[in-house]
């Protein structure tokens, strides 16, 4: 079956600092390729997302890369804030949903 | 817009039980798909509606069931509940079928079972 690996599981950064979770999927099939972050007692909301035509997509100080060849997209996080503290998904897919396993980033003072 | 609202928040059960969960999605999204979120397996799907038929479903055992309404509201039914089914159940909609659509995720409903 398909596989999907995200690393790390856990992520502690100083503040002001850039954070990258890497997430890794077997299914070659797979065309969408979404991040979703995670509050406590919330559910999962997106927060960027990326088609399998582009390698790279940016939304101010969230960004998503994209390698196709190498069944991997990474979400790269810049001047980390506090509020960025969440666990984030990579959720890739065609027809099939599998979500990673999460990564709870903390975001040092 | 309003987003997706998932009722109850919190439910306690016992074993052999039922249990009935519903979920509104966002108006004028047709897809709703369910998810079995526990600390162990993570987020694990259940199954996806489009138009009132299932299109999708994960690996779960019979116990687990669904349906959709002519409005795209959806429920989802656990019957001889398990001490393992306690989990958060989260519902998630968005506007067309298929993988490549953005999906909208209620706050979900807490549900143990004791």
């Known amino acids: 079956g398909e596989n999907v690996e995200q690393h790390p599981s856990t992520l502690s950064v100083q503040e002001g600092d850039s954070a990258v979770i890497k997430c890794t999927y077997s299914d070659s099939a797979s065309n969408y390729f979404p991040w979703y972050k995670q509050e406590l007692g919330k559910g999962p909301q997106l927060i960027i997302d990326i088609r399998s035509n582009v390698g790279e997509k940016k939304d101010q100080r969230i960004a998503v890369t994209l390698n196709k060849t190498a069944k991997h997209f990474s979400l790269h996080i810049t001047e980390t804030q506090p509020e960025d503290s969440a666990v984030y998904f990579c959720?890739?897919?065609?027809?099939?949903?599998?979500f990673g396993k999460g990564t709870r980033l903390h975001i040092l003072p | 817009k309003a987003g997706v609202t998932q009722t109850p928040r919190y439910l306690i059960k016992t074993r052999g039980q039922q249990v009935t969960l519903s979920c509104s999605p966002i108006s004028g999204h047709r897809s709703v798909s369910w998810y079995q979120q526990t600390p162990g397996q993570g987020l694990q799907f259940l199954f996806e509606y489009f138009s009132e038929t299932q299109r999708n479903k994960g690996n779960f055992p019979g116990r687990f069931s669904g349906r959709q309404f002519s409005n795209s509201r959806s429920e989802m039914n656990v019957s001889t509940l398990e001490l393992g089914d306690s989990a958060l159940y989260l519902c998630a909609s968005s506007s067309g079928q298929g993988g490549n659509q953005p999906q909208h995720f209620g706050d979900g409903t807490r549900l143990s079972i004791l």
């Open positions: 959720a890739p897919r065609d027809d099939k949903i599998i």
